[in-house]
């Protein structure tokens, strides 16, 4: 949000700039740049075919959170659940910056799933599925457009 107010929020529901959480005070920035260089903001449409897309993820709380051990789950579409592209292990504090192959063939969205790996989530999916952790919080989705 540009700013703290009902405008800001308006505004950054509008363009899609909006993340899914439960914890109260989290803070969520993302952007993922393209291998052409385009740089765009969650819930934005990404140009891109096919190719390696750098994610940028600023998370914070407050400073109870500072070093804690958290997964960011790269998502794309799936047939029973979600399809766990990616995971990355971080811990809160620094910004964290990867890179995960992506190709529209396999589906038009991605989105991040911030997790904590040590809790369990109340309604697992799929035996086994990655995302069987608790979730922190949700990006807006990137839609993928060629």
Same mark, same amino acid.
């Given at each position: 949000?540009?700013?703290? %107010? ?108 911030? %997790? ?31």
């Amino acid at each position: 949000m540009a700013e703290h %107010s009902r405008a800001g929020v308006k505004e950054a529901m509008r363009a899609r700039r909006f993340f899914a959480t439960r914890t109260s005070g989290l803070r969520v920035d993302a952007t993922a740049t393209t291998p052409g260089g385009a740089v765009r903001r969650m819930g934005s449409e990404l140009p891109l075919r096919s190719g390696t897309v750098r994610f940028r993820l600023d998370l914070a709380r407050d400073e109870s959170w500072v070093g804690r051990s958290l997964a960011i789950q790269v998502l794309r579409p799936g047939t029973d659940a979600p399809t766990v592209a990616h995971v990355e292990e971080f811990r809160v504090g620094p910004v964290v910056e990867f890179g995960v192959p992506l190709d529209v063939g396999e589906g038009d969205w991605v989105l991040l799933r911030i %997790s904590d790996p040590t809790q369990a989530n109340g309604t697992p999916g799929p035996e086994g599925h990655p995302c069987n952790d608790l979730g922190i919080a949700y990006t807006s989705p990137w839609w993928l457009v060629p």
